[in-house]
């Protein structure tokens, strides 16, 4: 069974369509991204697999988690379903992680609750997670805010880690850190998961050191898909040649003599 199977997905915002009929299959322990300009209906794509759409939005189509259609479902559903079948790592982890609770509890919540673990081996296995993720020694107990930006988003690796679910939904899970937590974060991404991965980026670095394919969304509908090698060296879409035009034209500018 695929990890995750979107039917001509659509989703309304505000009566403007900003997912218009998206088709995609990720198949068991398959790691695709899933890339496109600013306002492409990236995230809305991304919330609408984790069953976070905002209230003002309207999905019709299909979006099968596992064996679980998340269209039309209950709020009991998708509550089920989250943590257990699919799980997301959001941008900006500071905003997940509630602020006044040791973070090592907060790892340790998916596992007492979705997993039935007691709340020491709970503990055992949240420390191991939070070390797995590259954190020191001490962390579980450390809050939030005395944690640095990287770090929360390695905490918030580790309790996505802890629900062991079958899709891993990232959005933009390096966007707030600078490019050299950022590769560290990724390394450890790449080292870490064993599941599905659906890796919402526009960064190309990310696509690749994480990706084996690749779908590209312009204006709510995917132009372009396949293995990540062969979409970034030999695009067939203008709006993939335009984002490999723009990560290409990164090179620094050589004063003239
Ligand atoms: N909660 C919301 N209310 C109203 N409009 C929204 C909401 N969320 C997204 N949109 C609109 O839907 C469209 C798609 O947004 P989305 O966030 O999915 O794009 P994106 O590809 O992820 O862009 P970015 O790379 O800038 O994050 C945009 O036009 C955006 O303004």
Do not use: N, Y
Request: glycine share 8%; proline share 6%.
């Amino acid at each position: 069974m695929p990890a995750l199977e979107l039917l001509d997905l659509r989703v309304v915002v505000d009566g403007h369509p900003a997912v218009d009929g998206v088709d995609m299959v990720v198949g068991a322990g398959e790691r695709w991204g899933l890339i496109g300009a600013s306002g492409a209906g990236k995230s809305l794509t991304a919330a609408a697999v984790a069953g976070l759409l905002p209230p003002a939005a309207h999905a019709t189509g299909s979006v099968r988690v596992g064996d679980t259609e998340l269209v039309g479902a209950a709020g009991s559903t998708l509550q089920r379903t989250r943590g257990r079948a699919v799980t997301l790592v959001a941008q900006d982890s500071a905003t997940a992680l509630h602020p006044l609770v040791p973070v090592g509890r907060q790892v340790a919540a998916p596992l007492r609750h979705l997993h039935g673990l007691t709340r020491r081996a709970a503990a055992t296995r949240a420390d191991d997670l939070l070390a797995e993720v590259g954190l020191p020694d001490g962390t579980a107990r450390a809050r939030p805010a005395q944690l640095s930006g990287g770090q929360r988003q390695r905490v918030a690796l580790a309790a996505a880690l802890a629900c062991d679910a079958d899709l891993l939904v990232a959005d933009e899970p390096t966007a707030a850190l600078d490019p050299t937590v950022a590769r560290d974060l990724l390394a450890q991404l790449d080292r870490s998961i064993h599941s599905a991965l659906l890796l919402v980026t526009h960064d190309l670095t990310a696509l690749t050191a994480v990706c084996e394919h690749v779908a590209v969304l312009d204006h709510g509908r995917i132009v372009e898909r396949g293995p990540v090698a062969t979409v970034l060296t030999d695009p067939q879409h203008e709006r993939t040649r335009a984002l490999v035009d723009a990560a290409r034209s990164l090179v620094p500018r050589t004063r003239p003599a």
